[in-house]
């Protein structure tokens, strides 16, 4: 076992960070301050973490701020856990989110210990504590790491940690925190299977959930957690391997009556070699100075239809890496017999047909697995009607009741035929003891896990 390695990887926790302060800006798009960082007020910290027996030393330093590549731009993202908050004042406009009032030095005065209490309590209560085997003991052990990651997300997205409302509270702690544990235990777990001198590739994590379930935001707040704690990652897409335009088009003269192939998204619209080679590369950052650059989509590109963005644009990851973070709405889907699918929809034949080759593209790749479950994939619709009225009331173009409609309907039917497999027997060559399975209810929180 790489002893040396593995204690790396649970190095002490900071409650300051040197990396980058994102937020949202009045577009809903992520950015980043060019200010700096203040240390989290001395008196906070030693409050909350004097009441549990964790004396820690003060710091204030300040640390500047330094760009960390992002590919998540999302508009109208539909966070409303986030935006609910009305003591988050936001006054600058949607060109200049430099000037955003930051939460960046944090109130000074003495948090009582009660309120330590009451955090540990709400921990406890989440519904992934008990999947997870975080006992109250466990939580208590490790209840200044909560605090930190509180603080970080905090900092991440722009909230007063003081001043958290419950679907916030809930969002960090019930969600976005057990989840990252998780992850962190994957790794340890991957890590441990080696040798000491041996090349370490990164812990593929694979996270399979529908459009609009808030699956972009949950990777963008686990990458910027790792990298808090000093570790390297690596995020990317499904979309990232969409056909080129050339391809897309292609495609279509292909298969002129299938409505399900006319636009990207499905089993058939995407460069599967184009897929391999990234995912070898990635998978060879195991040393220092290795690098590349991780590939990216321009969805606006062709009035809509989009195109490979330009490789100039592309973000540049170093290596070793400890974790790829891969999400997509289709990742682990398995074929179906022919029978199967018809019934849905007689056009996913096609589709059902390219989805054989998806396995050795992507899903092997994958060592651990997120699946975010849904009970109705109708509400696919409503969260992507709610970010395309966003968009429209923020005086963004945006697609009318009619095109999302559209829009939703070429993904429904691979949705209906192979969520129930993907819940019931887990995603493509998966393995249970490396999967967690979330269930959300529509207003995209956690009820369930397994």
Known sequence: MN??????????????????????????????????????????????????????????????LSQMPTHFSKSGSGCSWMHDNSRCHNTASSNDCTKVPLYSVFPTKRAEVSSVQDLFEFICSGPLINKLGLTPEKVTESIDKWIACGSNLCRLFQLNELDLTVPQKARFYHYYIPVFLWCEDQIYQHRSTFKDGEDIPPLVIGFSAPQGCGKTTLVFALDYLFRVAGRKT????????????????????????????EFRGNAGSHDLPFSVETLMAINGLTKEGLKMKLPRYDKSAYNGRGDRADPSTWPEVEGPLMAVLFEGWMLGFKPL????????????????????????????????????????PSCVYQWRLQAEIAMREAGKPGMSDEEVEDFVSRYLPAYKAYLPTLYSEGPNGSNPKHLLVIEIDEGRNPILAS
């Open 234 to 261: 690596a995020t990317i897409s499904i979309d990232d391997f969409y056909l080129t335009a050339e391809g897309q088009a292609k495609l279509r003269e292909e298969n002129p009556a299938n409505a399900l192939l």
């Open 337 to 376: 017999s022919m029978e199967v699918v018809k019934v849905v929809d007689p056009q996913l034949e096609t589709v059902n047909k390219n989805l054989e080759a998806y396995y050795d593209a992507w899903d092997k790749f994958i060592k651990a697995w997120i699946v975010i479950k849904i009970k109705d």
């Open 3 to 64: 002893m040396a390695v593995l204690n790396g990887l649970y190095q002490p926790w900071s409650l300051t960070s040197s990396l980058p302060l994102y937020y949202y800006n009045n577009q809903n798009h992520y950015c980043v301050s060019n200010c700096k960082l203040h240390s989290l007020s001395h008196s906070y910290r030693f409050s909350v973490l004097s009441s549990l027996n964790a004396p820690i030393k003060p710091n204030h330093t300040a640390s500047r």
